[in-house]
């Protein structure tokens, strides 16, 4: 989904680049479009403050959103006709000729059609936001780089009695003589249930006391056998998707016989759990095993036999005022008195839940620490909404003023998270990737690409509206179902994620523009190769066969980004080529055994993804000539050949699996490439290199020039001994000593 506002001007500036062009496009009839486009600008800036509270404004969004899609896709056809006319040229003499030809005619005709259309399109959206009493107004105010100090906020786990409750729910947990098996957290979104949980979870004596301790995040779309089957899947096993309850049981059984375990289920809902269901098997178990579930419906436990109730309490003023300061890094002791009794009015709005009161936190810490700075976010409209179906007081409110704070390109990044599925692990690298291929990071002098996304990514998550993995570093972290509810909201009719089927027999599929699916039946797959508007599809793990790629690959000219790995896929077709906008390509973890040449026609392709794609043993000379390309992954995919030069891919970032070779020429050696060859990648982040013992000359070391090589974070550095010896020969391990000591000098 694109925020209008900044999609106008991504509008405006592709009309500008075709008229500035060589000639051969309808000018006048772009500019009147062009100043369209300026003209609705300023109303979008109104109707999007305005979205948030009036139906009429977020329909007139939407339509002027699927305008700007459309002159999007008719300048991609137009620069797609040129591109293929280049390449026609450079294969043909008739490229010495300068007339005109038919294809020419053709083009320009037709995108003469489409920008007249368009312009009378635009013409209607115009009279309607006048209809609508919209505004042009000046938003320059939330252009360019955001000032917010991201830096990550300190944890508030100790606010409140949460310690308290914490020890006093292990004790009931731990205790073989209670009758209590079944423990189950209750409090409405928002109010802390999974931190309470998390850190029953993560507590040593908890550990201790359960040879098994499982999580499962439990998502809506879950029935009985499908939360069976989760949390199998989370106990070590590996269930596949045609298996049965029974089947599924017989497994869970065999994983936690005679073990004494703790099962954890986050956000159980009502309809996932059949009266004493979770006693069914208890037989099974060591004695003191126990479950713990956090609900926000107590109907639930009504539901569970001889179940321990905790009922989460809001926070105290005073622990919600801290909770604020910390959020908004406000000195108490300087700002408090001044400061308090809006806070407190703030907090009052917050309803006292602490999600919401972390969220206006971060909102708070943009603003000047004065009375009429905070009187603003007291006052705002924002508190006005509550369109949304599963809405929360003082949570809901508090998402949308938090969203509402975001400068445009964030917002943009923000919203198409929603993309993700529920209860996904949000990784920051891949969706860094995303957000770079569908053109929704700003380019900065002297700032990569990726370094820039980075940021966005952890602004996001210190403004509170992503929430890092426990367990692990900042780079991976999870979205509150209630802010995927609120962006799913606005990116409506645009993104889905899920079960394929239900969107097919839909009515909204024309207009989709981005997928990720779930779980598909095959025949569904085919069908969306019909639906040319889409730009993402993401088939990641789902059982797709070959059978339908032509037709996909044939269908979607406008795709930007097609995600297929892990999938059961053997070959690509030559079809590739119709993908000419591409820029990201995930094949990883799939059974392909060759790529085609074609692949040399996706110029636009930025990362390509072949992890661990175990029957692929040679590499294409097209790969060498993708120019745009920032990222290639390669690890863990086992190379014999190397055909493709690397010294034209100015531009990449990111190089995993760069297997060396024996020679310095690569015709004297192609199973790998010369360490020269890294040179002129100056662009690189992060580098794999593999097999270095086969360099047997030191001196080529330096041939790499590694030491110049200023963007440089990670270096990984891999040897083999390809007679599977335990022990290297004394020689041999001087020599890689040789070669590891000249790299390690060269990157201190």
């Known amino acids: ?52 509270r009036d139906a009429g404004a977020r329909a007139w969004l939407r339509e002027l959103r699927d305008a700007l899609y459309e002159v999007g896709d008719a300048v991609d ?41 368009l312009n009378a399109k635009m013409k209607d959206i115009l009279k309607k936001g006048s209809d609508l009493e919209l505004e042009a107004i000046n938003h320059v105010g939330q252009n360019g780089r955001s000032e917010f100090a991201w830096e990550a906020v300190l944890g508030d786990f100790s606010l409140g009695d949460i310690e308290n409750e914490k020890n006093e729910l292990i004790d009931v947990l731990t205790d073989r003589k209670s009758t209590k098996k079944v423990v189950a957290i209750v409090g409405v ?34 029935d009985d056998t499908g939360l069976l089957s989760a949390i199998v899947r989370a106990a070590g096993g590996n269930p596949r998707a045609e298996e049965n309850r029974v089947q599924l049981e017989a497994m869970l059984a065999a994983i936690l016989k005679g073990k004494r375990f703790l099962l954890v289920l ?52 005073q622990d919600c005022w801290s909770l604020l300061c910390r959020n908004a890094c406000l000195d108490e002791s300087v700002h408090g008195n001044t400061l308090r009794n809006i806070g407190i009015s703030i907090i009052q709005k917050c309803d006292k839940l602490p999600m919401a009161v972390k969220i206006i936190g971060a909102v708070l810490r943009t603003k000047e620490r004065t009375q009429e700075a905070w009187q603003r976010v007291q006052e705002s409209e924002g508190w006005l909404f509550k369109d949304l179906q599963d809405y929360v007081h003082g949570l809901t409110e508090a998402i949308f ?15 198409y998270l929603s993309l993700i599925p529920e209860g996904s692990v949000i990784r920051q690298q891949f969706v860094s990737q995303l957000w770079i291929s569908e053109g929704l990071i700003e380019e900065r002098d002297n700032c990569s690409l990726e370094k820039i996304a980075e940021e966005y990514y952890r602004e996001l998550l210190s403004r509170n509206l992503l929430q890092p993995e426990t367990g692990n ?45 779930r779980s598909n039946v095959p025949t569904t797959v085919e069908e969306m190769g019909t639906m040319a508007s889409l730009k993402t599809v993401i088939l ?4 797709l066969g070959n059978r339908s790629l032509d037709k996909l690959f044939k269908g979607l000219k406008y795709l930007q980004v097609l995600d297929l790995g892990g999938t059961e896929i053997t070959y690509v077709p030559r079809t590739l080529e119709s993908l000419y906008h591409l820029r990201l390509l995930n094949l990883s973890l799939t059974r392909i055994t060759d790529l085609p040449e074609s692949i040399e026609s996706l110029t636009n392709l930025m990362f390509l993804g072949l992890r661990y794609c175990n029957w692929l043993h040679n590499l294409p000379n097209g790969i060498g000539k993708l120019q745009n390309l ?50 002129s990648l100056d662009a690189l982040r992060s580098l794999q290199i593999l097999r270095l013992e086969r360099v047997s000359d030191s001196s080529r070391v330096q041939e790499a020039m590694l030491e110049a090589k200023s963007h440089l974070k990670e270096l990984e550095l891999c040897c083999s001994n390809d007679d599977r010896q335990s022990e290297v020969q004394e020689e041999n391990a001087r020599a890689l000593k040789d070669i590891f000591d000249r790299l390690s000098l060269h990157t201190a």
């Open 189 to 222: 979104s928002g109010i802390g249930k999974t931190t309470l949980a998390r850190k029953i979870h993560e507590d040593h004596h908890t550990r201790n006391a359960f040879s098994i301790v499982v999580w499962v995040n439990v998502l809506s779309g879950f």
């Open 1 to 52: 989904m694109m925020i209008a506002t900044a999609a106008l001007s991504a509008a405006s500036r592709s009309v500008e680049a075709l008229l500035a062009g060589e000639g051969g496009v309808p000018a006048d009839e772009l500019r009147r479009l062009k100043r369209k486009l300026d003209k609705a600008r300023g109303l979008a800036a109104d109707a999007e403050a305005k979205e948030g």
């Open 473 to 517: 570093d900042d780079t991976r972290c999870r979205m509150h179902d209630q802010i995927r509810s609120f962006l799913q909201f606005f990116a409506k009719d645009k993104f889905f994620s899920g079960d394929l089927k239900t969107t097919i027999n839909g009515n909204s599929s024309e207009a989709l523009r981005h997928m990720w699916i």
């Open 401 to 415: 003023l938090g969203y509402h704070d975001l400068p445009l390109h964030l917002k943009q990044c923000f919203i």
């Open 266 to 317: 986050d956000d159980v809902r009502n309809n996932q759990i059949y009266e004493n269901s979770l006693e069914a098997h208890w037989h099974l178990c060591g004695h003191g095993s126990r479950i713990l579930i956090t609900t926000r419906d107590e109907s639930v436990v009504m539901r569970v036999k001889d179940a321990h109730i905790h009922r989460v309490k809001k926070l105290s003023f």
């Open 77 to 117: 056809d137009f620069r797609r006709a040129g591109a293929r006319r280049q390449l026609v040229a450079r294969r043909s003499l008739r490229h010495w000729f300068t007339l005109p030809s038919s294809t020419d005619r053709n083009q320009y005709k037709s995108l003469k059609t489409r920008i007249t259309n």
């Open 540 to 543: 990641y793990k789902i059982p």
């Open 630 to 679: 920032r990222n290639l992954d390669l690890r863990g995919t086992n190379l014999h050949q190397v055909l493709p030069s690397l010294e034209n891919l100015k531009q990449l970032s990111t190089l995993h699996g760069f297997v060396v070779n024996r020679k310095p020429k690569r015709e004297d050696d192609p199973t790998g490439w010369p360490l020269e060859d890294i040179k």
